[in-house]
């Protein structure tokens, strides 16, 4: 957008509503993913999670700490909260 004279803003007021663990955006503290993912699982059965790392021109070096702490602190508690839930 930026190349084409645009931007894309979104107020604080706006934006605290999106991520609430019953809406669209996976934003927050490790614990608060597991949470949205767990509440989300509930609903739909989904065995994919697909996120975008890199909305709003992140630095590499904080693209590359999301993944970091999506594939050690909130993956593995998913995967064994499902686990659980499922009685295996």
Same mark, same amino acid.
């Given at each position: 957008?930026k190349?084409?004279?645009?931007?894309?803003?979104?107020s604080?007021?706006?934006?605290d509503?999106?991520?609430?663990?019953?809406?669209?955006?996976?934003?927050?503290?490790p614990?608060?993913?597991?949470?949205?993912? /767990?509440?989300?699982? $509930?609903?739909?059965?989904?065995s %994919?999670?697909m996120g975008?790392?890199?909305? &709003?021109?992140?630095?590499?070096?904080?693209?590359?700490?999301a993944?970091? /702490?999506?594939?050690? $602190?909130?993956?593995?508690?998913? %995967?064994?909260?499902?686990?659980?839930?499922r &009685?295996?």
């Open positions: 957008m190349e084409r004279g645009q931007r894309f803003w979104v604080r007021s706006d934006l509503p999106m991520t609430a663990p019953n809406n669209v955006l996976a934003v927050g503290s614990q608060q993913l597991v949470v949205k993912i /767990l509440h989300q699982y $509930e609903l739909f059965g989904h %994919r999670f975008q790392f890199d909305l &709003g021109g992140q630095s590499l070096s904080k693209v590359a700490t993944i970091e /702490l999506l594939a050690t $602190e909130v993956a593995p508690v998913v %995967r064994r909260e499902i686990r659980k839930s &009685g295996q």
